[in-house]
């Protein structure tokens, strides 16, 4: 599901070798943390949210699947 993420994630920003997807493991399931450049973060959000929506919309889809719970973090 990384993998996944991140191919979403490299195809929409300009700087891909910039974008990092760390997982972390927590009570609540898996939680994954992007990181992209600064110039990137904007189109990775989208206008009011709507990208980063979308982006965990297909994230939890795929999870469901596997009866798992995920979460994804935008770090600045």
Known sequence: ?????????KNLVDKPEEVQVTEKNDEKGVCYEVKVSKDDMGKV??????????????????????????SVEFID
């Open 45 to 70: 959000i989208g206008k009011q949210g709507k990208m980063a929506k979308a982006i965990r919309s297909i994230v939890k889809a795929l999870a469901a699947k596997e009866h798992r719970r995920v």
């Open 1 to 9: 599901m990384k993998d996944i993420l991140e191919v979403i994630i």
